[in-house]
């Protein structure tokens, strides 16, 4: 596999609080020139980043970021209003505080309220897998196959732990076939993003790959 390979597979991410528009500029002149899959960036930060590059770059961003406990109606708005600004990705985060107490079918509904808001765009699902049980986490596959979201993602990377390769082994067993992974939180190395990608997943989401990658893009690594 090669390092343009694996960068394919990138969400270039950057979601500090203290991003500067320089860093977010520095973000997306990176993906173009290493043809990461996406930005991750700050909702505040679509607009002007659409404005500035165009069609030259793919944006994704975080709705209910990075605790999940925003009411479905926020999530909706904000979901919709990253379409409007010109994201053709958006990563929301459920809220934990329902799968804690069990209402599963709440879960379910409020995906599905927030894929019918992209609409033809794509919906990841972060379950912040570090907060939940093997049952919860097993119950939550089954929530975002069931509201037809495109992706389930592991984790914000503000949490108390990240990606796992249990986590994507797990989901891997229990989501439904139209469903994708994506690992994210604390992915540093060369060797996890590729035993991620050996594993199934379509997308990881990192800030450290094109520093990794970008002397690497056409040799085998």
């Not at 991410?13 to 500067?20: H, I, Y």
């Not at 793919?58 to 709705?63: D, E, P």
Request: glycine share 8%.
């Amino acid at each position: 596999m090669k390092g343009a390979e694996i960068l394919s597979h990138v969400d270039h991410t950057l979601l500090k609080p203290t991003a500067t528009w320089a860093q977010i500029k520095e973000l997306c002149q990176e993906s173009i020139t290493y043809k990461t899959a996406s930005v991750c960036i700050p909702a505040s930060y679509v607009a002007p980043v659409h404005e500035e590059y165009g069609d030259k770059i793919t944006i994704c961003t975080v709705i209910g970021f990075p605790l999940g406990y925003d009411s479905e109606e926020a999530k909706i708005t904000a979901a919709a209003q990253a379409i409007k600004d010109g994201a053709k990705e958006v990563d929301m985060v459920i809220n934990i505080t329902d799968a804690k107490n069990g209402d599963f079918e709440k879960i379910t509904a409020e995906i599905a309220a927030i894929k019918k808001a992209v609409g033809n765009n794509i919906l990841k699902v972060i379950i912040e897998a570090c907060y939940l049980t093997e049952d919860e986490k097993k119950a939550l596959c089954k929530c975002v196959t069931e509201a037809k979201a495109d992706f389930i993602k592991t984790s914000t990377g503000f949490g108390t732990g990240g990606a796992t390769h249990e986590d994507i082994q797990l989901f891997s067993a229990n989501i439904g076939p139209k469903v994708k992974m994506k690992a994210a939180g604390g992915i540093r190395t060369l060797e996890d993003m590729k035993q991620y990608l050996a594993e199934g997943c379509e997308r990881i989401g990192a800030s450290a790959a094109v520093g990794l990658l970008k002397d690497k893009m056409d040799s085998e690594v």
